[in-house]
Structure formats: C-alpha cells, structure tokens
C-alpha cells in the first residue's frame, strides 16, 4: 500500500469526522446554554416583602409560585428529615425528627428561622428527648415534654417539674381511666401534626383520683389541676358528684376566662354541659343554663354564650337566648332563621384583615343571625349545605364555592377546611396532603394545587416550582418541603428543587 492510497480514504473521510465533530460540540453547546438559562430561570429571587405575619396569603399569589430561596441540611443544622412546620407568633418553627428504631428511638430537634430578610437565618436550634410526643404552640412558645421554649430566640423560659401528659382530650371523662392534657383544643394544627394550639391560659390535666382502676365509670371522680405556661400550678379541681353524675370541664373555646363544665352521655354520645368553669381560680358556678344542654348548640361569642330554646314547655316558638361568661342569663330573642342557618353559623369561621381568627360578640353574632349578613369581619367560611361538619368548606362570604368539572361544566364543590384561604377570599390552596370525599383520611397526593374562588377555576400548582408541604409565615412567604424530582435529567438541568434542599420559601410570582 502506497502512502497517496493510505491518505486518499482520511481525506474522503475528514468532512464526515467534522460533521460529527461540529454536532457534537453543538449539542453540548445546547446542553450548555440550556443549563444555564435553566439556572438563571431557577435561580431563587430572595425575599423582598413587608414580613406580615399572617395564617392567610396575598391574593398576589394568583399570579402563581416563585421560589425566594432554598435551604439545605448544612443550612438547617440537621440530617434529619423535616417533618413539620409551624409558624409561632411569626416565627418559622422547623420539627426535624428521624425514623425510631428498635435499638434508637425517636428524637427530634427543633429549629427557629428568621426569614423576613431577603434569605433566612437560623435563630436557634433545640433538641428534644422524645419525637413522638405532641408540642404544645402556646402564645408565643412550644412546650416539649419538660421544657418551655421560647419562639422568638429559643430560650428555654420554664423547666417543669411534671410533664403534662401528651394524650389530648375533649373533655375530662374517657374509658382509660389515664391522665389527659385538655387545652381547649384536641386538633392538631395540620393533619397528623404533633402541635396542638392551646387556647386556654392554663392547661388542664385531669386523671382519676382513684389510681386502683383500669377503666372509668360514670361515678369515677377526676382531679384536674391547672398549670400555666411557667410550668407552675394554678389550681385543682375535683369533679363534683350529684345523683351518679360527674360534672368536669370540657373542651370548648373560653369566653372571658370561662369554659363549659358537664359530664359525658355514653348513650346518647355528647358532652351535655351543666354548669361554668372559671380558668382562673377553678371556681363552679351553675348558671341559668338548662341541665344536660348539648355541647354542640353552645354557641360561644367573645363575651358571652348563645342558644336556642324553646320560649316555654308548651310553645314550639323558639329563642335566641344569650348567657354571659359564668353562666348567667343576659338576654332572649325571638329567632328568625332557620334551623340549618343556626347550625351554620355554629361552624363558621372569620377571620380579621390580619390573618387572625374572629370571635363575634353575642350582638355581632345576632346580628348574622337575624340578617344572614356579616358586617363585622371581611372574610368567612361556612361549610356545604348538606353538612354541620368542620370538615370541609363549602362557602366564602356567602357565597358557595365552585369547581370545573370533565365536561368544563362549573359545579359546587367543597373544600378541606385546613385549605389556606386568600385574604380577600380569592384563592384556596389545598392542604399539603389532599384527601379524597369518600376516604377523607386516605392521602391521595403531595401536590398542592392552587384554585381561584368561587369559582374553582385551577390557576397553578406548587409542584410547579418543586414544592409542597406550605404553611404560609408570612401573607406573601409561603414555607415549604423540597418534592424532589425523580429524573436526573430534571436535576441536571438544575430545575427545582436543588438535589440538596430540604426547605423552601415560595413567593407570588413577579411579573416579566
């Protein structure tokens, strides 16, 4: 072979090498330029709003989700997943707890974040022995097991002699004749969360006096002692006895300092109330109340508790009856509405332009009772129609929520009713978890989608920037969990979440 024909095939095949060699590098040139726009698309915005803390979100966000930041497990201070979050007087409280083992169990820290600047800060971090027990958000600190835990720098302020007991309870009788924490709330913030919100000034442990019994009977007397959020002991309470009954305090919200005292009714399944506790001293008084009243048509205003009853034994007329704190009977009214407006506006729930809830005096919830209208707070919900429940929300301001159906047809629809809401009433974000209407317990997704109101029309998704889990910190700063992409070429583009976050603040999206 001569060199001219050892040459003649590479010259042939030299513009081919090139070709190939030319695609190549435009292909990686492509890949190149597509990573780093998709950086600079991903690239977190910062935080740069007014930091309002608030349990509502800016109807800004129907502009859809813009990530302000990403915090990773060397940010945070932990390895351990992030489980819950919580915002505590305007403070983001992290719970980081890893899985139990056999020969480990559970622990768990806790961690507070200052995120009103343009990126976060971790405050404080705090462990914890026991990550199954359930923290207690009181006014502006946790309590965990023995400790009181301040939000705002993660000061432990009070070391308690006795933990309170982590079973919550409704009212003070139960089967297990075992000691009970009641708080003047037995639900957790979210579905499945630890945290439980205490509404009372002081929390209630009530346990049988008589520890020799297994299980409680109707005559089983209970002592229940107050504590307050010091850790120290306001007062005991020992369930009175009359005719076989137990009167106890039962969860209900305090009306100046009063709640509900009564006794359970196995058979007919309620807490029947009798009576009137005052939080502060433990003091019983009887009131004007009629004996046996069913918890549930106890309709509690900021000064006082209303009612319907029968204007006499013989009349099938009824009246709004008004009692004030310790039980005294202050007014009656002829009541105009009826009866599925009453239990309506039982479970109905308002909220302040600050994001707060709002309880009506009783003249304020007369009012709406007597002209259907709300006057004294700009947003509130009401559930379905068909439905007393709690459960799911089915109007905004009156007005029954909507969603599009297969066929693009609007229809009524109901809402989880820990769905967060838009202040103006303009936008429902479901829950992290969403639950479906025949299984409301059986968790069908991780999405959070994102639905304009009242008409249901879908707007976004926060899967959309990588994210779910939210509990809005502030009106405009949502803080969310990282749902990570399961491709890799996903996260070789560098779309979100990064492969390392294990926190997210989600923002309105900004025009252009």
Not at 91 to 114: E, H, K, Q
Request: hydrophobic share 35%.
């Amino acid at each position: 072979m001569t060199l001219s024909n050892t040459l003649t095939p590479w010259r042939k095949s030299l513009p081919s090498i090139l070709r190939r060699l030319a695609i190549a590098l435009a292909v990686a040139l492509v890949g190149a330029l597509a990573v780093g726009s998709s950086w600079l698309m991903h690239r977190p915005v910062g935080y740069s709003g007014d930091a309002h803390a608030s349990s509502l979100i800016s109807p800004d966000f129907a502009s859809g989700f813009q990530v302000a930041w990403e915090m990773t497990a060397a940010e945070l201070g932990t390895d351990a997943p992030v489980r819950e979050i919580v915002n505590v007087d305007g403070t983001a409280v992290i719970f980081a707890s890893s899985l139990a083992s056999s020969d480990n169990p559970r622990s768990g820290t806790l961690i507070g974040i200052d995120a009103s600047g343009r990126t976060p800060t971790v405050l404080w971090r705090h462990d914890i022995h026991n990550g199954n027990m359930n923290l207690l958000i009181w006014e502006d600190s946790i309590v965990a097991g023995d400790e009181t835990i301040r939000a705002a720098d993660g000061a432990v302020t009070a070391t308690w002699a006795t933990p309170l007991p982590t079973t919550m309870r409704f009212g003070y009788y139960a089967d297990g004749a075992i000691p009970a924490t009641l708080v003047g709330n037995i639900q957790p913030i979210k579905e499945r969360s630890r945290f439980v919100q205490v509404t009372w000034p002081v929390a209630l442990v009530c346990a049988p006096t008589d520890t020799r019994r297994s299980f409680a009977v109707p005559t089983t007397q209970f002592t229940c002692t107050a504590w307050r959020k010091d850790g120290s002991q306001a007062w005991s309470y020992v369930t009175g006895t009359e005719g076989d009954i137990q009167r106890g305090p039962i969860t209900t919200p305090a009306v100046n300092g009063y709640i509900l005292a009564g006794r359970r009714n196995q058979a007919r399944d309620r807490y029947e109330a009798d009576g009137f506790l005052n939080l502060a001293d433990g003091t019983y008084t009887r009131g004007d109340a009629p004996d046996g009243i069913d918890v549930t048509e106890m309709l509690p205003a900021s000064d006082g508790w209303i009612t319907v009853l029968s204007s006499n034994p013989n009349s099938r007329d009824m009246e709004y009856v008004v009692y004030n704190p310790d039980g005294t009977e202050r007014e009656r009214t002829a009541r105009s509405v009826g009866s599925r407006d009453w239990l309506r506006i039982l479970h109905m729930t308002c909220w302040d332009t600050t994001g707060h809830i709002i309880t009506p005096t009783a003249e304020q919830a007369l009012e709406t009772l007597h002209s259907e209208e709300v006057s004294w707070a700009p947003l509130c919900t009401q559930p379905p129609t068909y439905s007393d429940s709690e459960a799911f929300i089915g109007f905004i301001n009156g007005r029954p929520l909507m969603t599009t159906n297969e066929d693009g047809s609007p229809e009524t629809y109901s809402y989880p009713n820990d769905s967060i809401l838009a202040s103006d009433g303009s936008l429902i974000l479901y829950p992290a978890s969403t639950w479906t209407a025949d299984e409301p317990r059986q968790a069908v997704s991780l999405s959070q989608p994102l639905y304009s109101a009242p008409e249901g029309v879908l707007l976004s998704n926060l899967t959309e920037v990588g994210a779910y889990g939210a509990t809005p910190l502030y009106d405009d700063l949502l803080i969310a969990k990282p749902k990570h992409p399961n491709s890799s070429w996903h996260r070789y583009l560098g779309t979100y979440p990064h492969s390392d976050t294990v926190l997210m603040g989600i923002t309105p999206k900004r025009a252009g």
